[in-house]
Structure formats: C-alpha cells, structure tokens
C-alpha cells in the first residue's frame, strides 16, 4: 500500500515556465487537498478536491490550477512560475468523514529562479 | 471559520527533560483536533487525534495530548524527551460532522530542539 505518491521530489524552473506537480492516492480516497509549506507559515492550503470532477479554491490558489479526473489522481499545476512560489508542496488525501485527519506525500521541493 | 494559534514558534529542550508544545484553536462550532509531526526532509505523519470522549488523549512514540473545551487548547506533552524527538510539530483543526469539513486549518508550527 503505497498510500499517497508525489513526484517529482525535487524541481528547479525558471520564472515563466510551467509545470505540473503529480499526486496519486491508492486508498480510495474522496478527499485530496494541495498544501504549500513556507517557513515560519505553517502549511497553506492551495486548492481541493471532495470527489472525481469537484474541484474548489483554497486560501492560496492564485497562480495554480488542479483538476480531478479520476479518484486517484489529483495533479497541480503552475501556469508561469514565480519566484514566490518557491515552496515545498505537500499533497494530501483523507476518507469521507475529517475524523481520520489526512495522509499526507512526502512533498515536492520545488525551486523558481 | 477555524483557525489555531501555536503559542512557541521553537522549544529547545534537553534529553529526558518534559515539554509541552501549546496550541490554542478558534471555532464556533464543534472540531476535531489532530497534532502532526514533521522530521527534517519528510512529510507528516500523524501523532494523535481528538475526536470525542476522553480529553486525554495518547497518540505514538510516547506523546499525548489534553483537550480543554473552556480554554479552547489542545496542548502536546511528552514526560521525557529523546534526541529523535527532534522536529517540527503542527497542531491543526478541522470541524467535525458533515457538510464542508474538507479543510484542515493548520498552526505555523513549532520547532521542537532536543539537544543533549
């Protein structure tokens, strides 16, 4: 059981470019969210998904874009990357109901100069 | 909306002494409160929930955690600390029962420093 795989781990682009980070759960999940992680921050949410085709703002979505085709996969994307968004990015999934709190990847380290 | 409030951005604590990590949270509505734990270059991992019953809670590697209603806290403590303790921990809220209880709201997280 692999339960939430995020890929690439690392990641340096130059400003302008785009890119898509990946996210796959294999627990049957309905919940998945993006969180950015910012020293000092603490996580922030960027944008989620409560099923296959439902998609919605977080507090931090601007710049970025998700969809949600399938149950397992839920990619982000960055349109024309920025300096301030260099970040660490954490993907993150959970059942129905909030009681289990969320899986979270391991996190994509990503870098714009 | 939810929000939390982690009371010391770090702690620096030494082997085998005890600490408590404060976290205070804001809702109007009932939650349920989770502590993460972060160890350098990973994500998190959960270390314990509260959901409903017993306000003391026991999570892994030795950690627990009190719910206090009338203050609004969730504090973390352990009774003896060891060198691998040493990471950042995350108190977060999301609100329990049905309807748009997706987003978990985090703490800015404290920096847990066990040195020997």
């Known amino acids: 059981n692999a339960g939430v795989t995020q890929t690439p781990e690392f990641q340096v682009l130059k400003t302008g470019q785009s890119m898509t980070l990946q996210c796959a759960q294999d627990?049957?999940?309905?919940?998945m969210s993006w969180y950015r992680q910012d020293p000092g921050m603490g996580l922030r949410l960027i944008h989620y998904?409560?099923?296959?085709?439902?998609?919605d703002q977080g507090e931090v979505p601007n710049g970025y874009n998700v969809s949600r085709s399938t149950t397992e996969d839920f990619p982000l994307r960055l349109l024309s990357a920025a300096p301030s968004q260099t970040s660490v990015y954490f993907c993150?999934?959970?059942?129905?109901?909030?009681?289990?709190?969320?899986?979270f990847g391991s996190g994509t380290r990503l870098t714009v100069v | 909306a939810q929000s939390v409030t982690q009371l010391d951005s770090q702690v620096p604590v030494f082997e085998e002494a005890p600490v408590e990590l404060r976290c205070n949270y804001s809702?109007?509505?009932?939650?349920?409160l989770f502590w993460y734990v972060q160890y350098p270059n990973q994500g998190l991992q959960l270390l314990l929930k509260?959901?409903?019953?017993?306000?003391l809670v026991k999570g892994i590697n030795g950690f627990e955690a009190e719910f206090n209603k009338s203050q609004t806290s969730f504090h973390l403590r352990k009774p003896s600390v060891h060198i691998s303790d040493t990471a950042e921990y995350f108190c977060?809220?999301?609100?329990?029962?049905?309807?748009?209880?997706?987003?978990?709201?985090f703490g800015k997280g404290t920096l847990l420093t066990v040195n020997p």
């Open positions: 509260y959901l409903s019953g017993s306000t």
């Open positions: 809702s109007s509505v009932s939650v349920y």
């Open positions: 993150a999934s959970r059942t129905g109901t909030g009681a289990h709190g969320y899986t």
């Open positions: 977060a809220v999301t609100l329990s029962g049905g309807g748009s209880n997706y987003k978990l709201t």
């Open positions: 627990m049957n999940h309905e919940y």
């Open positions: 998904s409560v099923g296959a085709g439902i998609t």
